[in-house]
């Protein structure tokens, strides 16, 4: 399946100050190259959905894609904006994951697309019986419905949008630890950014 990566970047960061969170280090590199590290291995090509000066971003060679909007309606619209570039290049799918996100699975993109060409819908990750819907293999086909969506139905929830389109839920394990730990812990605080340290130093080298 040809699949494009969509890493979204595009959200204020307001619970780190402000600060660039993809940018911020983790493990001595930025938390963009964890996630940029796993996922591009699994597909066919990486995209950064992100606002402002896309030149922040140059060191890591990728696209950089916009919101098409300025009022800030939240993932969806990264989701979006990658449905529109994949769309421009005839590539099917698009496997959204944020940029905050570093210890993404390694069988995300297979698992992902085996149950979506089983239930021909949307596939979002779940773990610990909670879903993680922003982590998720969209049809690039459902690009004019989203816009709809966005531009009328004045619900910005993901699970709204997806959950529309028949979502189908696939659980991951967690992460091989000594300590429990969720593959798709996300980074939005200073503490979690210490949690994400630990984290990373009990993995296997």
């Keep these: 399946m040809r699949t494009a990566g969509i890493i979204l970047a595009g959200g204020r960061s307001t619970r780190m100050g402000g ?25 066919t090509t990486v995209v950064l959905n992100a606002n402002g000066d896309p030149s922040r971003f ?11 909007t300025n009022d800030w309606p939240g993932p969806l619209a990264g989701i979006l904006a990658g449905m529109e570039w994949a769309a421009g290049q005839n590539i099917p799918h698009i496997l959204t994951v944020p940029a905050d996100t570093p210890f993404i699975p390694g069988d995300l993109a297979a698992k992902l697309s085996a149950a979506s060409v089983k239930a021909g819908a949307i596939a979002i990750v779940a773990s610990e019986g909670a879903r993680h ?13 989203l816009a709809q969506f966005l531009a009328h139905d004045g619900n ?7 959950d529309r ?16 730990a969720d593959p798709f812990f996300n980074v939005n605080t200073p503490d979690d950014l210490a949690q994400a340290e ?6 296997p080298a």
């Design 58 to 68: 140059a060191a890591f060679g990728l696209p950089v894609v916009a919101d098409k």
């Design 198 to 203: 630990a984290i990373l130093k009990a993995m």
């Design 165 to 180: 389109h028949g979502a189908v839920s696939i659980d991951f394990p967690k992460l091989a630890l000594n300590a429990a």
């Design 156 to 162: 910005r929830k993901v699970t709204s949008f997806a």
């Design 133 to 145: 819907p922003v982590v998720a293999l969209w049809p690039v086909s459902l690009k004019s419905a």
């Design 19 to 43: 600060d660039e969170k993809s940018l911020l280090t983790l493990g001595g590199k930025p938390l963009l190259r964890h996630v940029l590290d796993r996922l591009k291995p699994q597909v």
